[in-house]
């Protein structure tokens, strides 16, 4: 059984500037007490195309952690634009957020984000250059998915990154709904709301994420 259960997620200060960083507010069960700590990861995946533009975000050490409900502020700077390709900086992509405990992946949260320009007409004629300055950063707060593994609690290391999506455990959250998201993300998932392949726009980058053991999918 697992020891730690995140029991909800708030995307805070959503739809932001490019520039601004990330805040999630997570808020998580743990059953017992640990003695190690919780690793927390913010993955921004800089390309549909390959992991290799996948940028660690932030990570943070949580504990030792006390039996009982828990909540923190998880907030990272934002990707570094130099490291996004020209051709996805705008449109939709994917920021990931994941828990290890000694060495072990057990859940890891995934979020549709939608980057496109608050001007109407340079979303209608964007230019040949991406402008950060420019853009708008809207996730899909109301649609996460989320996985869970089976990890050993007692000794670790044992799932490892390499087996963990055979073992993966898909299942619904109670998630905050956050502000209303732009039609263009929220178009880009209708078509797969109950299919958990996760087929849009990012789909090259889903099937590099789940190689690379950074998909998407959902835990309770």
Same mark, same amino acid.
């Given at each position: 059984m697992a020891k730690v259960h995140i029991t909800n997620v708030v995307v805070l200060d959503n739809p932001s500037s490019f520039?601004? *960083?990330?805040q999630f507010?997570? %808020?998580?069960?743990? =059953?017992?007490?640990?003695?190690? /700590? #919780?690793?927390?990861?913010? =993955?921004?995946?800089?390309?549909?195309?390959s992991e290799e533009?996948?940028?660690v975000l932030d990570t943070i050490y949580v504990g030792p952690v006390p039996e009982g409900r828990h =909540?923190?502020?998880?907030?990272? /700077? *934002? *990707? /570094?634009?130099s490291k996004i390709p020209e051709a996805d900086a705008v449109g939709v992509t994917i920021v990931l957020l994941t828990c290890s405990y000694r060495g072990q992946e057990f859940v890891r949260v995934g979020y549709y984000v939608n980057n496109d320009y608050a001007d109407p007409e340079m979303r209608e004629n964007p230019p040949p250059k991406p =402008?950060?300055?420019?853009? %708008?950063?809207?996730?899909?707060?109301s649609k996460p998915r989320v996985t869970r593994f089976k990890i050993n609690w007692d000794f670790g290391h044992t799932n490892g990154n390499s087996n963990g999506l055979e073992n993966g455990h898909h299942d619904e959250m109670m998630v905050e709904d956050g502000p209303s998201t732009s039609e263009?993300?929220?178009?880009?998932? %209708?078509?797969? @709301? @109950?299919?958990?392949s996760l087929a849009m726009p990012v789909e090259n980058g889903i099937k590099a994420l789940n190689e690379n053991?950074?998909? #998407?999918?959902?835990?309770c």
């Open positions: 520039h601004n *960083p990330f507010e997570l %808020t998580f069960e743990c =059953i017992e007490e640990l003695k190690e /700590d #919780l690793e927390w990861k913010m =993955i921004y995946v800089g390309s549909a195309e533009h996948d940028q =909540i923190f502020v998880f907030q990272a /700077d *934002p *990707p /570094d634009v =402008i950060f300055d420019k853009l %708008t950063r809207n996730i899909l707060a263009a993300a929220a178009a880009a998932v %209708t078509h797969q @709301d @109950d299919d958990n053991s950074n998909s #998407l999918a959902m835990e």
